[in-house]
Each structure stands twice: as structure tokens, then as C-alpha cells.
């Protein structure tokens, strides 16, 4: 088998004899990658893969909503937030982002070559007044931070930013974050059942010499080693996102993955794997960080603030009605994809994806019976967790760092939540 940089030079996209899809093979999900090994990477990636812009005479996306009526004044966005209304993200969509991809109207209109897409902005059938625009990121903006768009762009007044890296991003780009899409990262360490019928937990791994392979620089796996939790001994940080190292093991080691991601695409789109993998979710060993959250840069907070009041519960709301009728915006993020040359993505992966995230508490109300707001306890938890972990790495970080400095519920309204049954 070719490795995964020799496919990609031969192909232009790349591709093995099974018909995988090297972009999958080669990079991670979204959100969870170092600094470090981004700038390292960024690179070589960026001369491997180009983004192919669609042309002007292809049919526009469908899956957005349609606007039934026009937004009262007590609703409207318009002279309130910018027009348009730009969100980055830190990677291609998926079904993470669902809330956010929620809110587009059926006016879409696709950028292929920047990655991004704008339509009407949709609050549950109610036209806002305002249009938005999500940017993917990854190779197609270098693998450069949300954060870093976010300080540098006026116009992006949102970016996705994990609460850990919020943290090591506080000296240079500092964020706050105002939305969580989801309660619980689905960061996993998954393994072979057949091979290690023992495993049930993390902590089951670390009473083993089980090589443990992983990216360079997340964070998590300090805290993993520095718990007791993992021996550094059985650390391996060459993991490089591709599947190829697991696959030629037959299993004998344990790697990282993403519930919403490779412990479906291994058994169902992974021809050399083809069978079910075990999994725990590392949020379940203690580190309770808040994923791909939506931040500002916190010196625009008062500028922005009258806009947050009304964006903020729109996002809960989309995160609500997503959640419970996510085929339409799956479908969406599906062409979209497919539009930006990423990494392939069924609509199988991306039903699989919110079934996962809504049995395992990922998409929920968490502790209370409000969505997208934060537990700040938790938040002031994983901050007391990575402080020393940064600090031992030289990273520098802001001076007397606050949970609050890192997030806030003041623009969540409480009344709107997950129903129930989802």
C-alpha cells in the first residue's frame, strides 16, 4: 500500500486501491489538533491538497430552511449584529457543527474555494433580517485557528475554540466563549474488542504496557499521564490521523479517535479494518473540556453584546431543532464536503454522528435543562487542570486567568433546551 503522502502526490487528491479517501486517512476530525503539529504540517498539506472551487453553473446545496415571514423588530438581526454574520469554524462541516449549519435559509450560496457558505440567516422559519456566513477551516485556511480569525478579521465575530486550547491560546489570541454545541467532547481512545476484551475504561488501558498512539501535543494526554491514569511509557505520539498504523498492529495497540468519526468509519468504511472497535470516551476519565465552543474576542464583547442577546438563544434553538430533525442539515453538510474536496462524508457517518452524541450525552442539556450554556464549575475544572500542564511546557498563557475570562452564560436564555425524548 502506498503511504499516504506518496498517494497524495500521485493522485492530486489521493486515494488507495480500496477507494478511501487520503484526506480521511491522513487528518483528524475537527477541532482537537496541537498548535505545534499544525504548524509543522501545514505545509506540506497545503502543497499536497487543493481546493477545488465548484463552478458557477452547479446547483446550489440543499437542506437550508425556508423563511415562512419576516422577523418582528423584538426579532430582527438586522442593524443589530454585522451583516453578514461570519462564524469560523476549525474545520470541514460536520455533524458537530450541526447547530451552526442549522440556521441557513435556502438561499445558499457556496464558495468552494475559500470554503464557505452564506445564506439567509434562519431562526426557525423566521427571516432575520441578516445573512450568515460559516467558514470551514483545515487545509483550506492553512490550519490556522479559528482564534487567530477571529482577532485578525473584524468581519469573523464568532470562531470555534476547545476550552482547553482557549487556555493555551489566552496570551496571543485571547477567547471567550458565549455557545457550547456540545456538552462533552467526543474524543475517545479506541481499541480492538477481540484483542482486549478487558477494556471497558481508560483506566483499564493504563494497567497495561499497551502502546497508546496519539497526536503530538494534546493536551489531554498530559493530563492522562500526569493522573496516573496512563504510563508515559506506553505513549506514542506518531500518530498522524491516518488508520494505517492500527490496521498493519491488527489491533495490538490502542489510538486515538472520535466517537462521531472513526468508531463508525472503521467498521463500515474501512475495507482493511471492516469490524467493530471498543471505545471510552476521555471526558469519562476526568477531563471535562467543552469542545469546538463559539467564541469572541473578548475586547469586542460590548460592541457585539446587543447582538449576542438575540444570536445566542438562535443558536440554542438550532441546536434544539437539529437534534431532533437533523436529516436536512446533514444533507447540507454532506454537499458541502463534497463541494470543498474534504475528506469524504456519507450521510450514513453524519446519521450515525447525532444518534452517538445524543445516546452518550455529547448533544444534551447537560447539567441543567438549558443547551449551549456552561457548567462553570467545569470550566474553572479543566482550567486548573491544563494551567500547570502549559506551564510546564513554556507555553505562555494570561495572567490570573479566570473560568469567566474563558466563558460565559450571560447571553443564554435558560428557557431553551433538548426535549426530553432527545
Known amino acids: 500500500?502506498?503511504?499516504?503522502?506518496?498517494?497524495?502526490?500521485?493522485?492530486?487528491?489521493?486515494?488507495?486501491?480500496?477507494?478511501?479517501?487520503?484526506?480521511?486517512?491522513?487528518?483528524?476530525?475537527?477541532?482537537?489538533?496541537?498548535?505545534?503539529?499544525?504548524?509543522?504540517?501545514?505545509?506540506?498539506?497545503?502543497?499536497?491538497?487543493?481546493?477545488?472551487?465548484?463552478?458557477?453553473?452547479?446547483?446550489?446545496?440543499?437542506?437550508?430552511?425556508?423563511?415562512?415571514?419576516?422577523?418582528?423588530?423584538?426579532?430582527?438581526?438586522?442593524?443589530?449584529?454585522?451583516?453578514?454574520?461570519?462564524?469560523?469554524?476549525?474545520?470541514?462541516?460536520?455533524?458537530?457543527?450541526?447547530?451552526?449549519?442549522?440556521?441557513?435559509?435556502?438561499?445558499?450560496?457556496?464558495?468552494?474555494?475559500?470554503?464557505?457558505?452564506?445564506?439567509?440567516?434562519?431562526?426557525?422559519?423566521?427571516?432575520?433580517?441578516?445573512?450568515?456566513?460559516?467558514?470551514?477551516?483545515?487545509?483550506?485556511?492553512?490550519?490556522?485557528?479559528?482564534?487567530?480569525?477571529?482577532?485578525?478579521?473584524?468581519?469573523?465575530?464568532?470562531?470555534?475554540?476547545?476550552?482547553?486550547?482557549?487556555?493555551?491560546?489566552s496570551a496571543e489570541y485571547p477567547m471567550q466563549a458565549v455557545f457550547a454545541p456540545m456538552e462533552l467532547s467526543p474524543l475517545v481512545l479506541l481499541w480492538d474488542p477481540e484483542t482486549y476484551p478487558q477494556f471497558q475504561t481508560i483506566a483499564d488501558i493504563g494497567?497495561?504496557?499497551?502502546?497508546?498512539?496519539?497526536?503530538?501535543?494534546?493536551?489531554?494526554?498530559?493530563?492522562?499521564?500526569?493522573?496516573?491514569?496512563?504510563?508515559?511509557?506506553?505513549?506514542?505520539?506518531?500518530?498522524?490521523?491516518?488508520?494505517?498504523?492500527?490496521?498493519?498492529?491488527?489491533?495490538?495497540?490502542v489510538q486515538q479517535g472520535y466517537l462521531t468519526n472513526e468508531v463508525y468509519s472503521y467498521p463500515n468504511e474501512l475495507e482493511e479494518w471492516n469490524r467493530e472497535v471498543g471505545w471510552a470516551l476521555v471526558s469519562d476519565a476526568g477531563y471535562p473540556n467543552y469542545p469546538a465552543a463559539l467564541g469572541?474576542?473578548?475586547?469586542?464583547?460590548?460592541?457585539?453584546?446587543p447582538c449576542l442577546e438575540r444570536l445566542v438563544p438562535m443558536l440554542q434553538r438550532a441546536a434544539r431543532d437539529y437534534a431532533a430533525d437533523p436529516e436536512p442539515t446533514n444533507e447540507l453538510i454532506v454537499e458541502l464536503v463534497d463541494a470543498y474536496n474534504g475528506y469524504p462524508y456519507t450521510p450514513e457517518r453524519a446519521a450515525y454522528a447525532v444518534d452517538a452524541m445524543l445516546e452518550h450525552g455529547i448533544l444534551s442539556n447537560g447539567h441543567n435543562d438549558t443547551v449551549g450554556d456552561f457548567d462553570m464549575e467545569r470550566v474553572q475544572q479543566i482550567l486548573?487542570?491544563?494551567?500547570?500542564?502549559?506551564?510546564?511546557?513554556?507555553?505562555?498563557?494570561?495572567?490570573?486567568?479566570?473560568?469567566?475570562?474563558l466563558a460565559t452564560n450571560e447571553f443564554i436564555d435558560e428557557s431553551i433546551g433538548l426535549e426530553p425524548s432527545q
Open 1 to 169: 500500500m502506498k503511504s499516504p503522502i506518496a498517494a497524495l502526490w500521485a493522485t492530486g487528491r489521493g486515494g488507495y486501491s480500496n477507494g478511501t479517501d487520503v484526506f480521511e486517512e491522513l487528518m483528524p476530525s475537527p477541532h482537537r489538533t496541537s498548535r505545534r503539529l499544525l504548524r509543522v504540517t501545514a505545509g506540506l498539506m497545503t502543497l499536497a491538497l487543493t481546493v477545488t472551487a465548484c463552478s458557477s453553473g452547479e446547483d446550489s446545496p440543499e437542506g437550508g430552511q425556508s423563511a415562512e415571514r419576516t422577523a418582528s423588530a423584538e426579532e430582527t438581526l438586522a442593524g443589530v449584529c454585522p451583516n453578514p454574520i461570519v462564524i469560523q469554524t476549525d474545520w470541514t462541516p460536520q455533524a458537530e457543527y450541526g447547530a451552526v449549519y442549522r440556521l441557513l435559509g435556502d438561499d445558499i450560496e457556496v464558495d468552494a474555494e475559500r470554503g464557505s457558505v452564506s445564506a439567509t440567516l434562519v431562526d426557525g422559519g423566521v427571516d432575520t433580517g441578516v445573512r450568515l456566513e460559516i467558514r470551514a477551516g483545515g487545509a483550506v485556511n492553512n490550519y490556522q485557528s479559528a482564534a487567530s480569525f477571529v482577532h485578525s478579521d473584524e468581519q469573523v465575530i464568532l470562531g470555534t475554540v476547545d476550552i482547553d486550547g482557549a487556555v493555551q491560546l
Open 207 to 253: 494497567q497495561t504496557d499497551t502502546t497508546v498512539l496519539y497526536f503530538p501535543g494534546s493536551t489531554y494526554i498530559e493530563f492522562l499521564v500526569g493522573a496516573g491514569i496512563l504510563r508515559r511509557s506506553q505513549i506514542d505520539s506518531s500518530y498522524d490521523g491516518s488508520p494505517s498504523r492500527f490496521v498493519a498492529e491488527q489491533g495490538r495497540i
Open 296 to 305: 469572541i474576542n473578548p475586547e469586542r464583547r460590548e460592541e457585539l453584546a
Open 384 to 405: 486548573d487542570i491544563v494551567r500547570p500542564i502549559f506551564i510546564g511546557q513554556r507555553v505562555e498563557i494570561a495572567e490570573d486567568l479566570t473560568a469567566e475570562d
